[in-house]
């Protein structure tokens, strides 16, 4: 059957709109994911908290990671190894992390690649080497158990949690805000266009998800305005047979906002995912 010639111009035309978003979805991908920036503008003094600073340098790459270490009340307490979102940097992390530092947890925040006074360009695979790297100071050069560390990856921050988790030995493992995949997230954006094609990027999180061992809390708003909630529910949905998995919906929580919104029950949820009690 021979098409009319119409019909024919229109698919032709469709074709080269479609190729030139998805020409423009892979040249803006970068700028579309990462929002860092190079200025601190809080430090844990702000905070009266006790820390050290430390430098990474990554072998082979050109890269040294930039964070702050606070060390735990005593060598049996849990150790937050936080993986932040894609926009600012550390600094725009404390407030929330204050909380969880007063029970006497340690933590380490670190910031990825380009972000803050970390060198470098920020990537996908950039970001696991970074979160991974970082797990290996905790375990090497800090001696921390690998069960004692607790992956926390806020927003995009999940993804290279997940991807840390399913790979190293882990206590537990929390998500807030956090997505299934980049291509739920072009959905999203584009509805039924398949722009998700175009990109680089994967941010397989569910994928991961199955692979992990440890218990996992995913904690997610109801009104989140950039991951919608649904997505949460469906990483949870998505356990693999045998899997820990905990869900703790925030009603009327918006994106990363839910220790604001549920105040002390955020922390005391936390805490009882991790330590029981």
């Not at 994911?33 to 820390?51: A, I, K, Q, V, W």
């Not at 430390?54 to 735990?72: I, Y």
């Not at 849990?78 to 530092?101: D, Q, T």
Request: overall charge positive; some cysteine.
């Amino acid at each position: 059957m021979v098409l009319p010639k119409s019909i024919l111009l229109a698919a032709g035309s469709i074709g080269v709109v479609l190729l030139a978003l998805a020409i423009l979805v892979r040249l803006l991908e970068n700028s579309i994911t990462f929002h860092p920036t190079s200025r601190l503008e809080l430090t844990p003094d702000d905070y009266g908290l006790n820390y050290r600073q430390f430098r990474l340098e990554l072998a082979g790459e050109n890269v040294e990671l930039d964070g702050w270490q606070f060390d735990p009340a005593n060598d049996k307490l849990p150790v937050l190894l936080v993986c932040h979102g894609n926009a600012g940097n550390i600094s725009h992390r404390l407030e929330w992390l204050v909380p969880l530092l007063k029970l006497g947890w340690g933590a380490v925040l670190f910031d990825y690649r380009g972000y803050g006074l970390s060198s470098g360009k920020p990537s996908e695979q950039g970001l696991y080497r970074d979160s991974g790297a970082v797990y290996d100071y905790l375990t090497g050069k800090l001696k921390v158990a690998p069960e004692r560390i607790v992956l926390f990856g806020r927003s995009l921050g999940g993804a290279p949690a997940a991807w840390l988790a399913a790979r190293k030995p882990v206590g537990r493992l929390i998500l807030e805000g956090t997505f299934t995949s980049a291509a739920a997230i072009s959905r999203m954006l584009f509805g039924f266009l398949p722009l998700h094609y175009a990109g680089r990027y994967r941010w397989p999180v569910a994928e991961n998800l199955r692979l992990v061992r440890a218990p996992v809390l995913i904690i997610h708003g109801t009104e989140d305005s950039v991951v919608p909630y649904a997505l949460g529910e469906k990483l949870a949905a998505g356990a693999a047979e045998g899997q820990k998995f905990s869900f703790l919906r925030v009603e009327g929580g918006d994106h990363l906002n839910l220790h604001h919104v549920i105040g002390k029950k955020y922390y005391d949820e936390i805490r009882r995912f991790v330590v029981g009690g």
